[in-house]
Nanobody, 123 residues
Framework: QVQLVESGGGLVQAGGSLRLSCAAS????????MGWFRQVPGKEREFVAA????????YYAESAKGRFTISRDNAKNTVHLQMNSLKPEDTAVYYC????????????????WGQGTQVTVSS
């Protein structure tokens, strides 16, 4: 029902910024709460941020608060994650995902996932 493709990852120095984008296919995009997760080798997939279907409510991991901003444009079927003040600890593959309930901060609550985009922050 929905397919997700992330983009915008790359290499950046600590303190820099990146803007991740997630393009969704299908006209039902606006019905899904959306989230961003990240994962590094050997660790569990970690919640980063989530936004409600309307875009009026959002949640952030403690590590992301004050630095990251999640947003969505339902008319364009896109979700974004603006990442500022990046730290080496933010290095991971970042995934866009769609959930069927709200609030959702657990990977098991998300039914659709993108392929991921690599974010590397150098010290």
């Amino acid at each position: 029902q929905v397919q997700l493709v992330e983009s915008g990852g790359g290499l950046v120095q600590a303190g820099g910024s990146l803007r991740l984008s997630c393009a969704a296919s299908g006209r039902t995009f606006s019905t899904y709460p959306m989230g961003w997760f990240r994962q590094v080798p050997g660790k569990e997939r970690e919640f980063v941020a989530a936004i409600s279907w309307s875009g009026g409510d959002s949640y952030y991991a403690e590590s992301a608060k004050g630095r990251f901003t999640i947003s969505r444009d339902n008319a364009k079927n896109t979700v974004h994650l603006q990442m500022n003040s990046l730290k080496p600890e933010d290095t991971a593959v970042y995934y866009c995902a769609a959930a069927l309930s709200w609030p959702s901060q657990k990977p098991t609550e998300y039914h659709y996932w993108g392929q991921g985009t690599q974010v590397t922050v150098s010290s």
